[in-house]
T-cell receptor, first 113, second 116 residues
């Protein structure tokens, strides 16, 4: 069965520092992988997705993620954190094309001035 | 392009009462999803519609939850009777077509339900 594990329920960085949010997946078939961001009292917004093309995926707001099959990972990074990046981040795997998303438990990112 | 619309945004009810949530997906999106997000957890799929047919409702507590999408456009999710553990945010999402590469889903703002 597919699953997603996000390491660290809370990550705190200083403004301007590197952001690294970790995601590992389990899937018996080639996965589609997603990162979503959720700001307080809002729905989820797609940051980026991996759909078996390039392994390094660039998304909105300067975020990117690299698909590493050997490590079953899809970590999210951003070179320099902004205060506006403070939010909850969810990694998700697509069970099949157009099918349901299996989400990790989320990582709350705090950015200190 | 208008996004996914949901109403109400907030609802407070007492246990054993009933409640209904409404969702209008992005125009032209054939697939509609309802997710439940309990505080501190990731969203969990309750039900998936393809047009007005149910694709997946394996995680829907059918003794108390029901959902419909009669004309293949907007959808209603109902809980009757509500339990304390139903307190959560209910998210609606839509995608253009099941089977589209990557199946990107677009989410509405959610309805926050509090059951007292």
């Amino acid at each position: 069965a597919q699953s997603v594990t996000q390491l660290g329920s809370h990550v705190s960085v200083s403004e301007g520092a590197l952001v690294l949010l970790r995601c590992n997946y389990s899937s018996s078939v080639p996965p589609y992988l997603f990162w979503y961001v959720q700001y307080p009292n809002q729905g989820l917004q797609l940051l980026l997705k991996y759909t078996s093309a390039a392994t390094l995926v660039k998304g909105i707001n300067g975020f990117e993620a690299e698909f590493k099959k050997s490590e079953t990972s899809f970590h999210l990074t951003k070179p320099s954190a902004h205060m506006s990046d403070a939010a909850e981040y969810f990694c998700a795997v697509n069970v099949n094309q157009g099918g349901k998303l299996i989400f990790g438990q989320g990582t709350e990112l705090s950015v200190k001035p | 392009e208008a996004g996914v619309a949901q109403s109400p945004r907030y609802k407070i009810i007492e246990k054993r009462q009933s409640v209904a949530f409404w969702c209008n997906p992005i125009s032209g999106h054939a697939t509609l999803y309802w997710y439940q997000q309990i505080l501190g957890q990731g969203p969990k799929l309750l039900i998936q519609f393809q047009n007005n047919g149910v694709v997946d409702d394996s995680q829907l507590p059918k003794d108390r939850f029901s959902a419909e999408r009669l004309k293949g456009v907007d959808s209603t999710l109902k809980i009757q009777p509500a339990k304390l553990e139903d307190s959560a945010v209910y998210l609606c999402a839509s995608s253009f077509l099941a089977g589209a590469t990557g199946g990107t889903q677009y989410f509405g703002p959610g309805t926050r339900l509090t059951v007292l």
